[in-house]
């Protein structure tokens, strides 16, 4: 695999940028007038000969893209100190990633941080003068040596100077990294961090297996979960002095836990969804003995997101595609529930890698699939049977779609930016995302 280097000022690299693609633009070469016609594309559609595939700036607040030396399975925000609710350009946007090298030891914790975000000007409304005196954004970043490929990546949400990783090896760790991200704020330039540092985590675990779940409690500091192949959970719990212990194993799934998440307003509580179909509500209090079970999927449960705003609702994202939103007041306390879903989409035609709602919208949810496509939804928009889809060459499209977006290959997580209302930024095989919709404000 070629290398793609990170561009920043201080590092001397290359930040690249490639065309997204959204409008399908049909070349005709015997129009007589050379005229195109414009299509808007859907995921699925068969492109006719001599067609193009064009990014459309004028659905786009901001768009910017970048990779880094090897894909990164997982990404999660990076917060900062420069205030909540900024939309006034430009911005500024902090990310920590994980890489999946070719070798064990190539591995690294990227902390990223891309500065000067500008806003995306429609090709009918640039001025070429502006665009000249407007300078790039510039992508800054350290980085810490880390053993084995990184499955998932997690900030602390109490302090955004601590965060966990779950390696391929089967570890799992929780690293201090707050001097690098001091360096990345304040633009500390220095010779030695062109090469990533090794510093030991402040704690680890070893899982019987790997894993790809981990999860933050939000409500309680520095309480954490991890799951993994085996079908092994283990809570983190923080003692005064400052250490970490594991607690004794919750096992209830009879296949992988695939993903954790942690009630938003209960300090014992949390879910997990497994590749057993099944999704699982746990308290802590009762040592390890899942508390309700529900038959959630027929396919692999690949992840799970708990609501901020509306705490009895939660969805889940499968490997058939589909995603499901459920009511907790439905669960029931006994056995394998039999328990129907408040909605059922099935738009994404390969798995629903990750789901997330929106920080402060209870009815605004993204996804992300192997299909290229991070999807966002708003489940407050009624469906209009009459009117869905039918102008999209006879596909039904649900009116609660408002926007999907495409240029990446196989696309792992999408998360949206708490601090930066709407943005959102995705990781793929291809690289990084970081964009705003005109759909979601």
Known sequence: MEDVKLWGSDEEEIY????????????????????????????????PENTELTFDPSAYVTFNEFTSDWPCLSCDI??????????????????????????????????LRLSNIQQTKDDEDSDDSDDEDQPPPKLTHRSIKHVGAVNKITVCPHNSGVLATMSDTGAAHIWDVSAQKKELEEGAQ???????????????????????AAAWSPVVPFRFATGDNSSAIHVWSRAEDGTFTVGSKCSAHTGSVEGIAWSPNEKAVFSSCSSDGTLRVWDVRTEGRCAITVKAHDTDVNTVSWNRCEQHLM???????????????????????KVEPVA??????????????????????????????????????????????????????????????????????????????????????????????????
């Open 190 to 212: 220095s010779s030695k961090k062109t090469h990533a540092e090794e510093i030991k985590p402040l704690h680890s675990f070893k899982h019987a297996e790997e894993g790809y």
């Open 344 to 441: 059922d989409f099935k738009w994404h035609t390969g798995a629903v890698t990750h789901i997330e709602w929106h920080p402060t919208d209870a009815s605004v949810l993204c996804a992300s699939g192997e299909d290229d496509q991070v999807s966002i939804w708003d489940m407050a928009v009624e469906q209009d049977f009459e009117v869905a889809g039918a102008a999209q060459m006879g596909r039904e499209v649900p009116s609660q779609l408002l926007f999907v977006h495409q240029g990446q290959r196989n696309v792992k997580e999408a998360h949206w930016h708490k601090q930066l209302p709407g943005v959102i930024v995705s990781t793929a095989e291809s690289g990084f995302n970081i964009f705003k919709t005109i759909s979601v404000t």
């Open 16 to 47: 690249e940028e490639e065309e997204q693609e959204e409008i399908v633009e049909p070349m005709d070469t015997q129009a007589a007038q050379n005229q195109t016609e414009e299509k808007t594309f859907l995921p699925g559609d068969q492109l």
């Open 78 to 111: 990076l917060p900062d100190t420069l205030g909540n609710d900024r939309t006034k350009f430009p911005l500024t946007c902090g990310l920590v990633a994980g890489t999946q090298a070719a070798s064990e030891d190539e591995n690294k914790i990227l902390l």
């Open 315 to 337: 969805v889940s994202g499968a490997d058939d595609g589909s995603f499901r939103i459920w009511d907790l007041r439905n669960f029931g306390r006994s056995g394998e529930g």
